[in-house]
Nanobody
Framework: QGQLVESGGGLVQPGGSLRLSCVASGFTFRISAMAWYRQSPGKERELVAAMTLGGNTRYAQDVEGRFTMSRDTAKNSVYLQMNNLKPEDTAVYYC??????????????????WGQGTQVTVSS
């Protein structure tokens, strides 16, 4: 069973930036696609950004151009650089992927395991 640990969240003013990190243990990113998800109070968890095995990325429409996902396979880590943050970006952010199938799921309900997430709060 692998473990995911997200970090880097915090309180930031609108227009500010944060860089989230996700470290995996027990399985390796270099054989898995990965994605970032977020969940706001009262809302379902949603896909924010994803990276395929080959390194191609995709983003949710409302973060396109502001968020950038990257990975460092040597550190078994993925990152989410978030710029020009807006109050509606406030949420708990999670990373995940399926190392067995080597894919990420568009539907977060497909996962049976989640890390603790990291809270991002955008407020003045």
């Amino acid at each position: 069973q692998g473990q995911l640990v997200e970090s880097g969240g915090g309180l930031v003013q609108p227009g500010g930036s944060l860089r989230l990190s996700c470290v995996a243990s027990g399985f390796t990113f270099r054989i898995s696609a990965m994605a970032w998800y977020r969940q706001s109070p009262g809302k379902e968890r949603e896909l924010v950004a994803a990276m395929t095995l080959g390194g191609n990325t995709r983003y949710a429409q409302d973060v396109e151009g502001r968020f950038t996902m990257s990975r460092d396979t040597a550190k078994n880590s993925v990152y989410l650089q978030m710029n020009n943050l807006k109050p509606e970006d406030t949420a708990v952010y999670y990373c995940n992927g399926d190392p067995t199938q080597r894919i990420y799921y568009t539907d977060p309900r497909m996962y049976t395991y989640w890390g603790q997430g990291t809270q991002v709060t955008v407020s003045s």
